[in-house]
């Protein structure tokens, strides 16, 4: 299971695109990096996947390295109610379920 | 489109007491379904997970115990609450013909759990 690394926290204003890297060194070739984004007392919102180069949605982008060590997810211009944990996951070689590390607090503040 | 749905929303047991949390899922033929509990201020632990009708893995041994009566529904139960088995519990959705063959999975509203 690919171990992943990423801030503890953030502090973004209002506006500003704001970018959170995540670091999965030993991902496998069969892995996918995933991102979820969890509001307080609600379940984890699928945001985004990816495997290589660059993958956008109407939430969010994901660019991935060739190496795939690393992933950045990007918000552009956040908002108050973009104030969540985000948490990037990388997977699922080997059959592995989702393992939820404590993921980064994103602060959006006015 | 799919729907997922838990109830009750929030629930407050004494220890010692039953429990039975219901999870049902509309828009999807066979997914696979899962059981979360978070802790406060902790990350998300997977409790079990099924990919058919009275199919069920445990990831960790404990007082819980879950069933998947049909298709669509998944039950968490406890004969005997205990003070640590208060959290947050998300039920959880996704396809694929492996368990964790994809790593998108969806999750319902949750229900907070109280144990007095």
């Known amino acids: 299971l690919a171990k992943t690394t990423q801030p503890i926290s953030m502090d973004s204003y209002e506006g500003q695109e704001v970018n959170i890297t995540c670091s999965h060194n030993n991902i496998a070739t069969n892995d996918y990096i995933t991102w979820y984004q969890q509001f307080p007392s609600q379940g984890p919102r699928f945001i985004i996947q990816g495997y290589k180069t660059k993958v956008t949605n109407e939430v969010a982008s994901l660019f991935i390295p060739a190496d795939r060590k690393s992933s950045t997810l990007s918000l552009p211009r956040v908002s108050l109610s973009d104030t969540a944990v985000y948490y990037c996951?990388?997977?699922?070689?080997?059959?592995?379920?989702?393992?939820f590390g404590k993921g980064t607090r994103l602060s959006v503040i006015a | 489109s799919q729907t997922i749905h838990q109830w009750p929303a929030t629930l407050v047991q004494p220890v010692g007491s039953p429990l039975s949390l219901e999870c049902t899922v509309e828009g999807t033929s066979n997914p696979n379904l899962y059981w979360y509990r978070q802790a406060a201020g902790r990350g998300l632990q997977l409790l079990f997970y099924s990919v058919g009708i009275g199919q069920i893995s445990s990831e960790v041994p404990q007082n819980l115990s879950a069933s998947r009566p049909q298709d669509r529904q998944f039950i968490l139960s406890s004969k005997k609450l205990l003070l640590s088995d208060s959290g947050f519990y998300l039920c959880?959705?996704?396809?694929?013909?492996?368990?964790?063959?994809?790593?998108?999975?969806?999750f319902g509203p949750g229900t907070r759990l109280t144990v007095t």
């Open positions: 996951l990388v997977g699922p070689s080997g059959n592995t379920p989702l393992v």
């Open positions: 959880a959705w996704s396809v694929g013909t492996e368990f964790f063959s994809s790593y998108e999975q969806y």
